[in-house]
């Protein structure tokens, strides 16, 4: 399985930029990818993920600014995200259930390596 992120670089406050997160080597399913980040110092957190219902959920602090999606045709997953702000300054990953989820919910047991955000002035 690998998990390949990209898109990330250095953006002035306000800006956008799009991840994207090249799936291969499983069966592909559209629940359970999400993208996570951690900054230096902090834990890991959940930015925006695919749930088992196919809905989304999104941390309070990135609500409105950005957005999750995926192409099966491309097996890839994406995150826009816009109006950037310093505090978004983190590797983010992209992760995935490679089994889709089940009755309890998304296991994330694939990680990739992260791509570096940078937001500053």
């Known amino acids: 399985v690998q998990l390949l992120e990209s898109g990330g670089g250095s953006v002035q406050p306000g800006g956008s930029l799009r991840l994207s997160c090249t799936t291969s080597?499983?069966?592909?399913?559209?629940?359970?990818m999400g993208w996570f980040r951690q900054a230096p110092g902090k834990d890991r957190e959940a930015v925006a993920t695919i749930d088992t219902d196919f809905s989304r959920t999104y941390a309070d602090s990135v609500k409105g600014r950005f957005t999750i999606s995926e192409d099966s045709s491309k097996r890839t997953l994406y995150l826009q995200m816009n109006n950037l702000k310093p505090e978004d300054t983190a590797m983010y990953f992209c992760?995935?259930?490679?089994?889709?989820?089940?009755?309890?919910?998304?296991?994330?047991?694939?990680w990739g390596q992260g791509t570096q955000v940078t937001v500053s002035s």
């Open positions: 992760a995935v259930d490679t089994s889709g989820g089940s009755t309890y919910g998304c296991s994330h047991n694939y």
């Open positions: 080597g499983y069966v592909y399913s559209m629940y359970c």
